[in-house]
């Protein structure tokens, strides 16, 4: 079975510092990997998605992930972050099987201090 | 840029009522979904369906809720008897194919008193 690991429940950056959010995956074969973000009172927006090919995805809001099948992680990183960014950020694996029903992990909520 | 929609925004309900919440996916897509996040827990998954019927379905999809595609275009979750538990933001989402990401309606957040 497919699982999903985000160690941090809460990180607080400052603005204009950089971020890691971290996630380690759980799958027998070859993941999908995403990240949403969810704002508060609104839905999940896809920020990457890692399907194959290069390992550093590059995604909107200038965020960016790598992954790293040896670590299984896919862990997300922005090199500064705007208080726009407070939000929550869900980590997800998904596989190749025709229903494509992916898991979530718990999430991070990410601070951010002026 | 085509998104998904979902209505109403907020329910609130008295236990034991019936209650439909609506979502009308991107149109071509072909696989639709339903997913509840309790307040300050993880999004779960509910539901699949695909080519007008049930693709899989969680332990939480009980004989309680059903859905339903009755037209082209909307794509229905039922719970027939609410619990207070199930008090959450039933998100519904829908992927145009494998080698795709889902892309989610922005929730209704169902309050049952």
């Known amino acids: 079975a497919q699982s999903v690991t985000q160690p941090d429940i809460h990180i607080t950056v400052s603005e204009g510092a950089s971020l890691e959010l971290r996630c380690n995956y759980s799958?027998?074969?070859?993941?999908?990997l995403f990240w949403y973000v969810q704002s508060p009172g609104q839905g999940l927006q896809l920020l990457l998605k890692y399907f194959s090919g290069d390992t550093l995805v590059q995604g909107i809001k200038g965020f960016e992930a790598e992954f790293k099948r040896s670590q299984s992680s896919f862990n997300l990183r922005k090199p500064s972050v705007h208080w726009s960014d407070a939000a929550e950020y869900f980590c997800a694996v998904g596989g190749t099987g025709g229903s494509y029903i992916p898991t979530f992990g718990r999430g991070t909520s990410l601070i951010v201090h002026p | 840029e085509p998104e998904v929609t979902q209505t109403p925004s907020h329910q609130v309900t008295q236990m034991g009522q019936e209650v439909i919440l609506r979502c009308v996916p991107i149109?071509?897509?072909?696989?639709f979904y339903w997913y509840r996040q309790i307040l300050g827990q993880k999004v779960e998954f509910l539901v699949s369906f695909y080519n007008n019927e049930i693709s899989e379905k969680s332990e939480i999809f009980d004989d309680q809720f059903s859905v339903e595609r009755p037209d082209g275009s909307n794509f229905t979750l039922k719970i027939r008897s609410t619990k207070l538990e199930d008090s959450a933001m039933y998100f519904c989402?829908?992927?145009?194919?494998?080698?795709?990401?889902?892309?989610f309606g922005p929730g209704t957040r169902l309050t049952v008193l």
């Open positions: 149109s071509n897509h072909l696989y």
């Open positions: 799958y027998g074969a070859t993941p999908y």
């Open positions: 989402a829908s992927l145009a194919g494998p080698y795709n990401e889902q892309f």
